[in-house]
């Protein structure tokens, strides 16, 4: 058998692998990655501490308070929607059982064939379920918390790190590949960030004018989704479309504007804005992006599919400071020229 065909089957085997351990260890690696992601986003807080001359522990502490607090904050708002929709659930069950024994009339098919199960029968089959995805959030949480911190303490002596481990010219090549890394996940992540935070208020803001119910919630749903390419926003729309037929049944005028409206801003902003905006920042291929998107998704689920593109990015800023690599850079880009900003300098040890 040829080398090369040897070679290849032998390097499938390695990320099939690879895959494999990622997905076990997923309780690991999705803090780790979402710590140093979220150190990419208070990246010009922790800049703006240094340039004032905070002390590192000062500065530290600051940036680990505010995203404590914000987390905090993401909690309690969640369990408030969680008992809000628990409220209106109750409030529409009856409806919504009239609506689907319309369907089922329509589609000619009789009551007797479903199973007499209640409600509540389904959700207490769920409980245990939901009591298990909520205690491994909360440990991820927690774990998240404990690397972002201690991420936070070691940020200003990277590069003194760096330079004792290798060789000058080494040391340099590796800095510049970790700080392209940083500044462009950064500016990426600070930008979707942004168009989250439109498309988020803009959903609220229709939902809220067409008197839609959890209207917020929606909204902050919205903005979460908005995070994970293509997928995102279409699944954004159907919640609160389904929230509107519920809730103005037997009309459908209101929900058919409901989702006009819903879709002209998710398509406006994916089509317009975001491209324009982040657009070949990261000079990945759609098709790229996809694949990042569905491989991520496959071995971490919802968490994966969120980082797929920052991941993708990361692989082709790597694969272009090696020369043998180039080659996979180039066919993972969009094929126009991508101006990469230039790389911070070093940063003298803190002590």
């Known amino acids: 058998m040829d080398i090369k065909?040897?070679?290849?089957?032998?390097a499938?085997?390695?990320?099939?692998?690879?895959?494999?351990?990622?997905?076990?260890?997923?309780?690991?690696?999705?803090?780790?990655?979402?710590?140093w992601f979220m150190l990419q986003v208070f990246r010009p807080v922790i800049a703006l501490g240094r340039k004032i001359k905070l002390p590192p522990f000062v500065n530290t502490a600051l940036v680990f308070a505010v995203f404590f607090s914000l987390c905090y904050i993401?909690?309690?708002?969640?369990?408030?929607?969680?008992?809000?929709?628990?409220?209106?659930?109750g409030q529409y069950q009856s409806k919504l059982y009239e609506m689907t024994m319309e369907i089922m009339k329509v589609l000619q098919i009789p009551p007797e064939s479903l199973p007499r199960i209640t409600w509540m029968d389904i959700v207490g089959r769920y409980l245990h379920n939901i009591w298990e995805i909520t205690l491994d959030i909360a440990s991820k949480f927690v774990l998240t918390l404990i690397f972002f911190f201690f991420m936070l303490m070691e940020s200003p002596y990277l590069n003194n790190k760096i330079d004792r481990a290798f060789s000058c010219e080494n040391a340099n090549k590796l800095k510049n590949i970790v700080s392209s890394i940083s500044i462009d996940t950064s500016r990426y992540l600070g930008t979707l960030f942004l168009i989250s935070m439109v498309t988020g208020a803009l959903v609220w803001l229709i939902l809220e004018v067409m008197g839609v119910e959890l209207a917020i919630g929606w909204g902050v749903l919205a903005f979460l989704l908005n995070f994970i390419p293509t997928v995102g926003s279409i699944v954004a729309t159907v919640p609160p479309v389904m929230m509107a037929v519920?809730?103005?049944?037997?009309?459908?005028?209101?929900?058919?504007?409901?989702?006009?409206l819903l879709f002209a801003v998710q398509f406006g902003i994916g089509n317009f804005v975001t491209p324009k905006l982040v657009g070949d920042k990261l000079?990945?291929?759609?098709?790229?992006?996809?694949?990042?998107?569905?491989?991520?998704?496959?071995?971490?689920?919802?968490?994966?599919?969120?980082?797929?593109?920052?991941?993708?990015?990361?692989?082709?800023?790597?694969?272009?400071?090696?020369?043998?690599?180039?080659?996979?850079?180039?066919?993972?880009?969009?094929?126009?020229?991508?101006?990469?900003?230039?790389?911070?300098?070093?940063?003298?040890?803190?002590?």
């Open 5 to 10: 065909v040897l070679v290849a089957l032998a």
């Open 283 to 351: 000079g990945l291929s759609p098709v790229v992006i996809m694949l990042s998107l569905m491989l991520w998704g496959t071995i971490w689920g919802i968490p994966g599919a969120i980082l797929s593109v920052p991941i993708a990015a990361i692989v082709k800023i790597v694969c272009e400071n090696f020369e043998s690599l180039k080659p996979i850079a180039v066919m993972m880009g969009t094929g126009k020229k991508v101006k990469h900003p230039t790389p911070e300098p070093a940063e003298p040890e803190t002590t």
């Open 246 to 260: 519920l809730q103005f049944s037997p009309g459908y005028v209101r929900p058919a504007m409901v989702l006009l």
């Open 74 to 89: 993401g909690i309690m708002f969640f369990i408030t929607q969680v008992v809000e929709f628990h409220r209106i659930f």
């Open 12 to 35: 499938l085997l390695c990320a099939i692998a690879v895959g494999f351990v990622l997905r076990l260890t997923g309780n690991i690696f999705i803090p780790l990655l979402i710590a």
